[in-house]
């Protein structure tokens, strides 16, 4: 069977060149970087788990992208290059992967990196006692991995899998060391990577520390670089309120934030000293999931009446001072084979909403404007993570809060710590659950929306059934059937009411100008290994 060779060596054209000088990675002639310094970094959300394999955190990812490598790289213009892989072919419908891995690469434990250790990685993942739901939904539905000589993996499907090589240069796919991973009964706390620095300490609630690996020379083809970072080192400070974690930047505490609060974006905008970079994810954007299987929401009339009755125009204004757009689909734009149709076909209308609740039996109220049926209380719970929303997330909802009462939802906001978040999902007691995925792939949606992911297997807090079938086919269709799928996918979502899109996440980071070198992954994500600090 004929197969496509997608990658042979480190290719930078011109035009990417100037892409990634105006992104302010430092090349030769145009800057030059200075190696030294800890850039100190402060996050406005935080992570249970530091192990990229067994969470969906973006925070997570956002460190370990630091600590671990991945097979392939992608660029910010979509292009995959080499980097554990220096080559890999693909067959004609997309059922065998054939990776060739550089025999150059050790972990910071000094273990070698070969066909073997990426083998590990992945069974693991796919072994059902690991607790690894999105990164088994990133590698598909794999049939068989085998090392056929220590330095080639061979990937084959049951069925085509298209996505693959998006997923695998995440870090949820990430190659540990199998050493370290076998002999951690709990890896909530530590990784062991190959990648260009080591994570010294992870303490939830606090944040991390990562210092430079200096015998590191097999980055990314994306990276301006090859060689050790520039670096000695990183730390990740979780600092959740946002005028501290402001007042840090501006004191010179840290060099870089992230969720700079909307009321002070001009600010900081405006600060000679300072930098704003603003990206727009692709994937699923923030959205409410209605619990469609119990309770209030099984009703698809009471669905699409609290779906009516939100304005996500108002709100996302409201709580963003208009730096956030509203969301108009359960995909964001900047996703593959978004629908910018589905915009038109739905929206704020609380005379729908009021009408809908009529058909569905909630015909009364009571003296505080919240409608009954056979004196029950139109009352739906809305549980969420306080250590994984930002305050301005907190006064969004709280407007959404006020927005539905206006149709006699009484909408009860409840803020849990995350483990007690993850055990209330996992035995079906939610009625709403909020959150977003960044992937430029429309496959997240099967990760999303697929009965294999209903918790506490994953993440379809919708807990749809519906969606199955054409979630399989389109992962390995042609790209014009993968388009009419999808579309067809993003219609049903909305119509059903299964998911309220509200806002499209944008990576916000304020910087000093002494940073730089900053690069974008796909995920809107800063990449730190080219950064360097001037001095």
């Known amino acids: ?92 419908n997309n059922t065998e992967y054939t990776f060739h891995l550089r025999q150059d690469v050790t972990f910071s434990d000094g273990t070698k990196l070969d066909a073997e250790a990426v083998k590990y990685n992945f069974d693991r993942i796919l072994d059902p006692k690991t607790t690894s739901s999105y990164s088994k939904s990133l590698l598909g539905p794999v049939a068989s991995i085998t090392a056929p000589d220590p330095y080639t993996v061979v990937i084959r499907y049951k069925s085509p899998f298209a996505p693959l090589l ?45 210092s430079k690996r200096a015998d590191y020379h097999w980055g990314p083809g994306y990276a301006s670089h090859q060689g050790p970072a520039w670096l000695d080192g990183i730390e990740f400070k979780y600092l959740p309120e946002s005028a501290v974690r402001l007042g840090a930047l501006n004191s010179g505490q840290v060099q870089v934030i992230d969720a700079i609060p909307p009321v002070n974006y001009a600010q900081v905008k405006n600060n000679p000293k300072l930098d704003v970079i603003t990206r727009e994810n692709p994937g699923v954007p923030r959205v409410l999931y209605l619990n469609s299987d ?41 996703t593959l084979d978004y629908d910018p149709s589905i915009a038109g076909k739905w929206g704020f209308d609380l005379q729908k909403a009021n009408r809908l609740l009529d058909e569905a039996g909630w015909t009364q109220k009571d003296g505080e404007g919240y409608r009954l049926k056979e004196g029950k209380r139109l009352s739906v719970q809305f549980s969420y993570a306080s250590s994984d929303v930002e305050a301005a997330d907190v006064t969004l909802f709280q407007a959404i809060q006020y927005q539905v009462k206006q149709a006699g939802f009484e909408l009860k906001l409840d803020p849990l710590d995350s483990g007690i978040l993850s055990s209330r999902t996992a035995a079906n007691h939610y009625d709403i659950i909020s959150n ?46 993968r388009k009419r799928l999808y579309y067809a996918i993003q219609q049903q979502i909305i119509d059903q009411a299964w998911a309220v899109p509200i806002y499209i996440p944008a990576y916000q980071l304020g910087k000093s100008k002494q940073v730089q070198g900053i690069s974008w992954a796909t995920n809107a994500k800063p990449n730190f290994y080219d950064v360097w600090i001037q001095r």
């Not at 960044?438 to 294999?452: A, G, K, M, Q, Y």
């Open 166 to 210: 998006q997923g695998l240069s995440l870090p949820y796919l990430g190659i540990q060391s199998p050493t370290y991973l076998k002999k951690s009964a709990n890896t909530s706390n530590t990784v062991v990577g190959s990648g260009p620095f080591i994570l010294d300490s992870f303490v939830k609630g606090s944040g991390s520390r990562l």
């Open 294 to 334: 119990t309770g209030i929401f099984s009703d698809v009339k009471v669905r699409q009446a609290f779906q009516s009755a939100i304005d996500r125009t108002s709100v996302v204004k409201a709580a963003f001072f208009g730096i956030l757009k509203p969301a108009d689909n359960i995909l964001g734009p900047a």
């Open 436 to 481: 977003y995925f960044v992937r430029p792939e429309p496959d997240i949606l099967r990760t999303v929306f697929h009965s294999n992911y209903i918790p506490p297997k994953g993440n379809n807090f919708s807990r749809v059934k519906a969606l199955d079938s054409q979630l399989e086919t389109a992962v390995g269709a042609s790209d014009a059937e």
């Open 1 to 92: 069977m004929r197969k496509r060779v997608i990658a042979a060596g480190r290719i930078v054209s011109l035009s990417l060149i100037s892409a990634i000088v105006l992104a302010g990675v430092a090349f030769p002639g145009y800057a030059e970087p200075q190696k030294g310094g800890v850039l100190h970094v402060a996050l406005g959300s935080d992570t249970p788990i530091i192990d990229p394999s067994i969470t969906a955190y973006s925070v997570t990812a956002l460190v370990t992208r630091n600590v671990v490598d991945s097979l392939v790289g992608q660029a910010e213009d979509n292009r995959f290059t080499p980097w554990l892989a220096q080559r890999w072919e693909v067959n004609d």
